[in-house]
């Protein structure tokens, strides 16, 4: 594992902010065009912001998220809010943003549609992932209904929708859309951002919750962040 411990944040989305734009820029060099994917929570908001300062070709970039909530774009728990907010200005506002969230009654209903739309992250340049304190990755929450598929590694689907009823760390928002294991496990570089010694500790558990089952899908290779 490339596990990078900072001691403050400063420091540690300065490296992370360098280390995705390293990747997207060799992405561009190869094949004129890169993909990325992003997530929500607090903990990335800053490193967006850094992001979008740097000095890329972001009109040659398609941007989507590794997972939404059910809810619409302008709700506060919405993740594409988020990177509309801190990420999809400065610099990278020329880099063309994919909804996951459309407009439908729920997220099975929209998977198919989703999917088709989110063909251009089959292989993103980069994504960047959380962790929850119980081990999820994405919206992969232990016991929801559509995990199994989600992590399926043979799986031709690029989304699967999420039923996280009966998961307490899902709170409120159990309905959700998240991208499937062969997508992040096909990632050409995939970043971790957690904080707190207690997230720390699941993650260097050896257990087989599904951060740990991306990182066997990967052969360890994740760049890891941890801000205390």
């Avoid at 570089?189 to 899908?217: M, Y």
Wanted: net charge negative; hydrophobic share 40%; with cysteine.
């Amino acid at each position: 594992m490339a596990f990078h411990a900072f001691k403050n944040k400063t420091e540690a989305f300065s490296f992370a902010s360098k280390l995705c734009a390293d990747a997207i820029s060799k992405t561009i060099e190869a094949n004129a065009h890169a993909s990325m994917l992003l997530s929500g929570g607090t903990t990335p908001a800053p490193l967006y912001e850094r992001l979008s300062h740097e000095a890329l070709s972001w009109s040659r970039v398609d941007v989507g998220l590794v997972d939404e909530r059910w809810v619409e774009p302008d709700d506060q728990a919405s993740n594409e809010r988020l990177v509309r907010t801190h990420f999809l200005q400065n610099n990278a506002s020329a880099a063309s943003f994919v909804p996951m969230k459309i407009p439908s009654l729920n997220a099975k209903n929209a998977e198919q549609d989703v999917d088709a739309m989110y063909k251009p992250f089959a292989k993103p340049s980069v994504a960047i992932i959380g962790m929850g304190p119980d081990g999820h990755t994405a919206s992969w929450f232990p016991e929801s209904k559509g995990l199994d598929e989600a992590m399926n590694s043979s799986t031709s689907k690029r989304v699967q929708a999420i039923d996280a009823t009966n998961c307490a760390v899902a709170g409120a928002h159990t309905s959700r859309m998240t991208v499937t294991m062969p997508v992040l496990a096909n990632a050409d570089a995939v970043l971790l951002l957690i904080s707190g010694d207690q997230k720390r500790a699941v993650l260097q558990k050896q257990c087989s919750l599904p951060i740990h089952k991306l990182f066997t899908e990967r052969d360890d290779q994740i760049e890891t962040v941890w801000i205390p």
